[in-house]
């Protein structure tokens, strides 16, 4: 059985800014993974590691290439120890409009190198990339940053991934920036992002999340009755 995600949060700015972005309270489960995807309007701005619950947070993607770019980061996290009520924070290294979305999944695992993708055009094109999935049953988690600010109003998945969030500035040209997941197509090369907006110019980050092992049940030896005959 595919992840399930139990509980998503995202959040945006709609000017420019310095201020942290935090979630809503919310109160996990051991063994439940957390991926934390952000995106700012400019490569050399960076957001910072996600900090709360006393959690570990993992970078699993840093895209921000040289050059006119949008900037998205990617960590994960297990939850452990049974942190009760918790928040999720991020913040800019300075003045920028960004965003963050937080996806809590259960019934799921990580790798211990958990297969990642990442990609930035060469030239305009709709906004892509591709992973390399290592299980049939995994979700493909991503975030794309669309610098050229392209009008996402007819906007069309590949692969029919779910939305999750979206900061819409094309109007100003205040970039836009797209969160979705997708179930796995198979064990292999495949693609994700969306098939229209064409004359953007994103760079992508993405990771997958494996189903959870299965668990096998462990019975005691059947005991012999008194009357047992051989």
Request: proline share 6%.
């Given at each position: ?175 836009v920036d797209y969160y979705a997941y997708q179930a796995s197509t198979g064990v292999g090369a495949q693609t994700y ?34 009357n047992y005959r051989r």
């Amino acid at each position: 059985m595919a992840p399930v995600l139990t509980a998503s949060y995202f959040l945006k700015t709609s000017a420019p800014g310095t201020s942290a972005l935090t979630t809503a309270s919310f109160t996990p489960a051991d063994g439940e993974v957390v991926i934390v995807k952000l995106s700012t309007w400019d490569a050399t701005i960076a957001m910072s590691a996600p900090t709360g619950g006393s959690q570990t947070y993992t970078s699993r993607v840093i895209n921000g290439p040289a050059g006119f770019f949008q900037w998205c980061g990617l960590y994960s996290c297990v939850i452990a120890g049974s942190p009760g009520a918790m928040t999720i924070t991020s913040s800019p290294a300075s003045n920028s409009q960004y965003s963050m979305c937080v996806e809590r999944w259960t019934g799921a695992q990580l790798a211990a190198s958990p297969a990642t993708g990442s990609s930035a055009p060469a030239t305009s094109q709709s906004p892509s990339g591709s992973i390399t999935a290592t299980s049939s049953t995994s979700v493909i988690s991503w975030v794309a940053g669309d610098v050229n600010s392209a009008d996402p109003t007819t906007r069309t998945y590949l692969n029919s991934a779910v939305e999750v969030g979206i900061r819409d500035g094309h109007i100003g040209s205040n970039g836009v920036d797209y969160y979705a997941y997708q179930a796995s197509t198979g064990v292999g090369a495949q693609t994700y992002g969306l098939s229209t907006q064409s004359g953007a110019k994103a760079v992508t980050a993405s990771i997958e999340v494996l189903a959870a092992a299965a668990s096998t049940a462990s019975f005691p030896p059947r005991r012999r009755g008194p009357n047992y005959r051989r």
